[in-house]
């Protein structure tokens, strides 16, 4: 039931809040519900109408955090606190927004469940909707590196990721890509296609690097053969230039 009610809330928000036509992100009348009293009205009307209320992380509990939200006593789960996982210190005792996923009652009280991370996704999704519109095949971006994996590297554009294949990452060829990237590095990268149906985006950061030319140790040992052989054939010519002339007899005889 909360995915049903999550996922009504997301197209509810990717839909109807998201853009208005000029395709500029919408922000809702009521974005946030303040905490300021106990009244369980602003906790309904935030589940019913898909928006964000704010409310204080109290404490750590059983399988999340303890929230304070309009007064009530509220669960998140430790899944939906963020879409990362961070230490407890780095929400406890500060105030967040949040969509309540479920909002009921029974037998021992009102029972509340807030999403942050839910909220997170659905600004991280109109933002990427954002840029997908502006980007542009081609041009030239900066961005941060978020994580690195073996196939390639996504890179945060300031709303949306892009991959940078393993092949593109740089001209040679490159093995570890960790030895290059980490996360949290800043590169410059280039457009290479963009999938708006799929939402995905490919970037290039070699095409930002100036092109080096390395030799393979076969091309090295070829140059130096190369190189032994003309001064060879250079010596054996100064050597032979008198041959068969009085000069060079005279030479023979050292005269």
């Not at 997170?120 to 519109?133: G, R």
């Not at 052989?229 to 005889?253: C, H, P, Q, T, Y």
């Amino acid at each position: 039931m909360v995915d049903d009610q999550l996922k009504g809330i997301r197209r509810s928000y990717k839909f109807g809040k998201a853009f208005n036509d000029d395709k500029l992100i919408v922000r809702p009348k009521k974005t946030v519900v303040e905490v300021m009293s106990d009244d369980n009205a602003s906790i309904k009307s935030a589940w019913e109408a898909g928006e964000a209320i704010s409310g204080l992380v109290e404490k750590e509990v059983k399988g999340g955090y303890e929230v304070t939200v309009a007064g009530e006593r509220a669960f998140c789960p430790y899944s939906q606190i963020d879409k990362a996982k961070k230490e407890p210190a780095e929400y406890i005792g500060r105030k967040f927004d949040f969509l309540v996923s479920d909002y009921s009652k029974d037998e021992r009280g009102l029972n509340v469940v807030v999403s942050r991370r839910a909220l997170l996704e659905l600004q991280s999704e109109a933002l990427k909707e954002a840029l997908l519109d502006q980007l542009v095949e081609g041009e030239t971006l900066n961005g941060t590196v978020v994580r690195v994996m073996d196939f390639g590297a996504f890179v945060d554009l300031g709303g949306a990721e892009g991959l940078i294949p393993a092949r593109e990452v740089a001209w040679e060829r490159v093995d570890d890509l960790n030895k290059v990237l980490k996360a949290g590095d800043g590169v410059t990268v280039k457009v290479l296609r963009i999938d708006r149906e799929a939402g995905k985006i490919t970037l290039s950061r070699k095409e930002c690097m100036q092109r080096v030319f390395h030799k393979s140790e076969e091309e090295i040992a070829a140059e130096e053969n190369a190189a032994e052989v003309a001064a060879w054939l250079k010596e054996n010519e100064k050597r032979n230039a008198n041959v068969g002339s009085i000069a060079g007899a005279f030479d023979k005889l050292g005269l």
